[in-house]
């Protein structure tokens, strides 16, 4: 404080007396040469103290205000009021304008100048008792102890932290979902390992989680990771983000055009797979013979027998590539695949050389799967020739219907609805009678029970991928697209039916069962009634 005086009042019964005493300050208001001690007889003038006493601040009860000086610099802290050591308590008592009275310097000789002013003027510190002088030390500022093994993402030391790298290597997608989810950082050889985790179990939700976390990392620009995303999202059957990461790539070379040309193909779009391939001769990149792999592929998916002859002979011709055992594959898969066999199999004999087990193998996938058993039959034994190891020692001539749990899952809405009893919902009574206005007829014979013909049609409405398609119309928005997922392949029946339900509603509905990915839209799937 600037300045401290103590007023005391005794009273007595014939006089008054005041007794002043004032600290012994420069900055006091009253002049110290004169305000030592007295005392009145009477009473004292109370104009004589009005003058001083205004001094003082009556609102707030302090002492005067001091005014800043005019050559004060401005936006400079006091003297004092910031210690120049760190970790120093400030002490107001050590500065010019806070004087401390107790203070007793070390130095000898300021001892002894002390010691004679103090006799000089006794009544100086009369009513100060002597206090010791407490000097503070300087701690030096306490340094954290870190703790081995401790990290935000891992705040208990005891717990050994679980790399990402580790459990993405294990093939632990949901774990190291909840890495990323906790912070941790994937570089590029985890990204590489989440985006085939990603396609490998159709994860699409899990797929666009890893390439947000992949956009905000410092990898967005590689090349070959934006491969694996393409490469990703065909797997997931949403050609729709595989495109949209192809279409921003910065830089793209043969492998990017064979990434989104084979996801087309691979999802049964093989008109855009074609279309793809006509864009890149148009930028100029040559062709090569994974290039005409890719399109004849496509052509395969698009039924477009004569187009895909015409690539093959472009190859040999104009590029001067000789064809291997892969590309009469592919011509062979141009011609089974829509269900032309018996022109598949009048092409292999046709063939410029020996047909090989790999394609009598190929000719029996595709007799099985249209159901020409005699071809498929004449098929493996030429195959069994070739290699007895291809041989099935538990094929039976005729199968017994098997008892499958079938289940149908309905993605969407962070769950999934699995649909195992055949219990009659009311829509589907609404596209029974919209299905026979579009012309659908019933085909029971994908009913292997011997039971009459109505309640042949009655068991094909309780197909568990019809029941997951009405659950998912009546709880889902309008016009938003439907993903089902069944672990058995789809009747031929249930997929007439789905084209049809793809018209009526005006919904895309894909459906992925253990062979492929069918899109259905407008009446018609992505496979070409091929699966």
């Known amino acids: ?283 100029g990149l040559v062709p090569n013979e994974e290039t005409f792999l890719a399109v004849l592929d496509s052509c395969a998916g698009a039924d477009a027998i004569e187009e895909a002859f015409l690539h093959f002979e472009e190859m040999q011709k104009e590029y001067g590539i000789e064809p291997k055992i892969e590309h009469y594959l592919g011509l062979i898969g141009v011609f089974g695949k829509p269900g032309h066999l018996a022109e598949a199999l009048e092409y292999v004999e046709k063939l410029p050389f020996e047909p090989t087990a790999e394609i009598w193998e190929a000719v029996m996938n595709y007799a099985r799967i249209h159901g020409d058993v005699d071809l498929e039959d004449r098929a493996e034994e030429i195959l069994i020739g070739f290699d007895s190891s291809k041989a099935d020692p538990k094929k039976i001539p005729t199968p017994l219907p098997k008892k499958f749990t079938v289940i149908s899952m309905l993605e969407g809405k962070n769950r999934v609805g699995e649909f195992r009893n055949p219990t009659l919902y009311k829509d589907e009574e609404k596209f029974r009678a919209a299905n026979k206005e579009q012309s659908y007829v019933p085909d029971t014979r994908y009913v292997l029970h011997d039971i009459d013909q109505e309640a042949k049609e009655q068991a094909l409405l309780y197909h568990s991928e019809r029941l997951a398609i009405a659950y998912g119309l009546i709880s889902t928005p309008a016009r938003t697209p439907l993903r089902i997922i069944k672990n058995l392949r789809v009747c031929g029946d249930c997929h007439n039916a789905i084209k049809i339900m793809s018209r009526i509603v005006g919904r895309e509905l894909i459906v992925r069962d253990n062979k492929r990915f069918h899109h259905f839209k407008d009446g018609k799937c992505s496979c070409g009634d091929y699966w």
């Open 1 to 283: 404080m600037a300045s401290l005086m103590a007023i005391r009042r005794a009273t007595s019964s014939s006089s008054s007396s005041f007794k002043v005493t004032s600290l012994h300050s420069p900055a006091s208001i009253f002049n110290r040469t004169t305000l030592k001690s007295f005392s009145t007889s009477t009473a004292p003038n109370p104009n004589q103290w009005n003058q001083p006493l205004n001094q003082w601040d009556n609102q707030n009860q302090t002492y005067p205000r001091h005014q800043t000086p005019q050559n004060y610099p401005p936006n400079v802290p006091q003297q004092g009021f910031y210690p120049e050591i760190p970790n120093q308590r400030p002490n107001f008592h050590q500065q010019n304008q806070y004087p401390n009275p107790n203070y007793r310097p070390n130095n000898p000789q300021n001892e002894q100048s002390f010691n004679q002013n103090y006799r000089q003027n006794p009544n100086q510190r009369q009513n100060y008792p002597p206090q010791a002088s407490i000097q503070r030390q300087n701690f030096p500022p306490q340094q954290q102890q870190h703790t081995p093994n401790y990290s935000p993402q891992n705040p208990n030391p005891s717990v050994k932290k679980v790399d990402l790298l580790s459990v993405c290597k294990e093939g632990k997608l949901k774990e190291a979902m909840e890495l990323l989810g906790q912070g941790e950082v994937a570089d590029a050889e985890c990204f590489g390992y989440l985006f085939g985790l990603c396609g490998k179990f159709k994860k699409l939700e899990d797929a666009k989680k890893v390439h947000d976390y992949f956009l905000r990392s410092s990898y967005r620009g590689d090349i070959q990771l934006n491969h694996k995303v393409i490469d990703m999202y065909s797997k997931c059957g949403s050609m729709v983000d595989a495109r949209r990461v192809f279409d921003h790539m910065s830089e793209r070379n043969m492998e990017s055009w064979h990434c989104i040309i084979n996801g087309y193909a691979a999802n049964g779009l093989g008109d855009d797979g074609l279309e793809m391939y006509e864009q890149m001769r148009t930028v």
